[in-house]
């Protein structure tokens, strides 16, 4: 016996939420460009493919009922994700391939997009639908053709079946707006640990490894205001609310347009370094090809003209740029154990 299909049509939930909208068949009607009896059939069909009632017929008016009402929520974002679908898929047109890449959302405003330019005057045929993630995706279920995250413990980036190539090691830096800061050397530890230090909240634990052989108390480090993500922790620290612990490749407009200031002559090299994933099946797609080419040959990504404020050799790129299956072998600068490495005067 076949099976009785309980799945509405679109035609059947285009209508039944148009009803909802209007109020009546006719202007849900010509909300759609329809006739009222066209509304009317696919109203009823869908409550008899339901065997419930969607709407009470109060004279002229269609009001929900209590299934209704319930209905309307789904229905709505049924039709929302077939709209963004659709979207997304109009936005093949012209070109012959769409890198679909997830990518940590700050990193990829302040390192990855301004580079991008440099990739599209090189392969102008590749577009891009780039979404921000702070975890890596399930490539088994997500359409996403890579990721850029940080590998490492706990960083989430770990994931089976998907190679890495590292990137660019995490190098932290300390930095803070101009007028924070006193004039002169730059301050120690012990009279950084008396300036407000602002948190990010994902990883609560880089102002204690900063600190971690300064005798400075937990109880001090860990005050302040605290951010979900980096960039809020930027924005704070160029409105002067406090000193920021930051990538260096994510402050380099900043440092050298003097919003913001180095605090600290010493860095730190975290076991985190920034990794492009892929699984295995995106390494056939030309687009990803083109891209991880392009971002693992020497020299063709470009620096961010920070050569007279950074320091720390602001971008400097991972000595080995080595596919590696699950979490590969340290960067430079990395400790055999993955420990933080502080580098400058103590």
């Not at 997830?102 to 990829?108: D, E, H, N, Q």
């Not at 109880?219 to 302040?224: A, D, E, F, K, S």
Request: overall charge positive; some cysteine; aromatic content about 6%.
């Amino acid at each position: 016996m076949t099976r009785r299909n309980y799945t509405p049509t679109l035609p059947e939930l285009q209508a039944f939420a148009a009803c909802a909208r209007q109020g009546t068949a006719t202007r849900a009607g010509a909300e759609l460009g329809l006739t009222q009896s066209a509304i009317s059939r696919a109203l009823g069909s869908l409550e008899a493919r339901l065997g419930v009632a969607l709407f009470h017929r109060i004279r002229q008016r269609l009001a929900l009922s209590d299934a209704g009402r319930a209905f309307l929520p789904e229905a709505e974002r049924l039709l929302a994700d077939l709209d963004r679908a659709a979207l997304t898929v109009m936005s093949f047109g012209g070109h012959r391939d769409v890198l679909r890449l997830a990518c940590l959302p700050t990193f990829a405003t302040h390192w990855l997009i301004p580079r991008l330019a440099g990739f599209q005057r090189i392969a102008p045929g590749i577009s891009f639908d780039i979404t921000a993630t702070l975890t890596a995706p399930d490539f088994d279920r997500d359409p996403r053709d890579a990721a850029i995250l940080r590998a490492g413990p706990g960083a989430g980036a770990t994931l089976r079946g998907a190679g890495q190539d590292v990137l660019l090691e995490e190098r932290l830096i300390v930095v803070a707006a101009p007028a924070l800061l006193p004039e002169g050397d730059l301050p120690g530890d012990a009279a950084l640990s008396q300036l407000p230090l602002l948190q990010q909240a994902t990883r609560p634990d880089l102002w204690l490894d900063w600190f971690r052989d300064a005798g400075t108390a937990p109880t001090r480090i860990l005050r302040g205001p605290r951010f979900e993500q980096f960039g809020m922790v930027l924005a704070a620290a160029r409105a002067g609310l406090g000193v920021a612990l930051l990538p260096e490749v994510l402050v380099a407009s900043d440092l050298a347009s003097g919003a913001l200031r180095a605090a600290s002559p010493r860095s730190m090299v975290t076991a985190t370094p920034y990794v492009l994933m892929a699984p295995p099946r995106s390494h056939d797609l030309p687009a990803f090809t083109a891209f991880r080419d392009w971002l693992l040959c020497p020299g063709a990504v470009p620096p961010l003209h920070w050569s007279q404020a950074a320091p720390c050799g602001l971008d400097r790129p991972a000595a080995a740029r080595h596919p590696v299956a699950g979490q590969g072998p340290s960067p430079q600068g990395q400790t055999p154990q993955g420990q933080a490495r502080k580098e400058g005067k103590p």
